[in-house]
């Protein structure tokens, strides 16, 4: 998990080209066979797409963190291996839970991602336009972050952010692959009001969310803070500086607890919800490695 910081930020690497299904897949398989595949001119013939579709998949592979570039160049994380290896636990997401990582992951990555991370943790207007976005995020910017962008970038992100989370419109003359919805579409975590330039992200239960999911996210929170304890509430509502599954998952505070309470009964021993003084809290009783609730999920293969 991964805290937001003045200088650190990305904005406009995607290219403009959302997240689609089967990039970070093929990005992966392309790129075991081998290592320097993005630094190649031939990473187009081998992918199959265009320059600039080249640049965007190695930008949602880092985004997704299911990639990172260290002192051995650009390699797979441990997560990213261990979803999208030939044996690994889901590499065509075939598992909606799998979409949901996903989009923790996209959500809690304000280095890579920053205005996704912005949207989910720091945006809590439930109806607005793509242009109250821009300039949400433009005054966003300008008070929390040191870098500079563009007027023109940041509406490129906030245009990307709409496509990207709500189902598309299938236009006649639109290009077949230019329609195809990106996976995190399916989610429902964005919706176009009919008629309208509004757009909906509304406070759900979110019955669909997995608890294995949602315990990863809940145990990365307690990971990075290094507390015994967390109020609900900022499991519910970002600090702003790290995310909170409350917000990414765009839950109800009753939702969040319902969650809580599901996670509890399904992973035994791992978390407790006490109340002092009427305030909720959650209490870490072991010190489970986020990756563990995932491999509880996908039944430990690797």
């Not at 978390?271 to 010190?287: D, I, K, P, T, Y």
């Amino acid at each position: 998990m991964i805290s937001l910081t003045r200088e650190r930020a990305a904005f406009g690497r995607h290219e403009t080209f959302p997240l689609r299904f089967g990039w970070l897949t093929k990005g992966y398989r392309v790129w075991s066979e081998d290592n320097d595949l993005f630094e190649q001119e031939e990473a187009t013939v081998k992918l199959g797409v265009g320059k600039n579709m080249v640049t965007a998949i190695r930008y949602w592979m880092l985004a997704t963190r299911i990639a990172k570039v260290g002192s051995a160049g650009f390699q797979p994380s441990d997560l990213g291996r261990r979803i999208f290896a030939e044996d690994g636990w889901d590499p065509y997401l075939e598992d909606d839970a799998t979409l949901w990582l996903l989009h923790w992951l996209l959500a809690s990555n304000p280095v890579e991602a920053t205005a996704l991370f912005w949207f989910f943790n720091r945006y809590h207007k439930p109806e607005f336009t793509g242009l109250e976005l821009q300039q949400a995020l433009k005054t966003f910017v300008a008070e929390n972050l040191s870098v500079r962008v563009s007027d023109a970038t940041l509406k490129n992100d906030v245009a990307l952010l709409l496509r990207m989370y709500q189902p598309s419109v299938l236009s006649i003359s639109a290009a077949l692959e230019e329609s195809l919805d990106s996976p995190m579409a399916t989610l429902g975590l964005i919706r176009p009001l009919p008629g309208t330039k509004f757009h909906e992200s509304l406070l759900e239960s979110r019955d669909l969310l997995p608890p294995a999911i949602f315990g990863f996210a809940v145990a990365e929170v307690f990971t990075a803070i290094s507390d015994p304890s967390v109020p609900v509430d900022r499991l519910m509502r970002s600090d702003g500086q790290l995310a909170a599954p409350g917000s990414v998952f765009r839950l109800t505070e009753e939702g969040l607890i319902g969650k809580l309470e599901e996670l509890i009964a399904w992973q035994p021993g791992a978390f407790e919800l006490r109340e002092s003084a009427g305030l909720h809290q959650v209490f870490r009783l072991a010190e489970l490695e986020p990756m563990e609730f995932l491999e509880r999920h996908y039944g430990g293969k690797h």
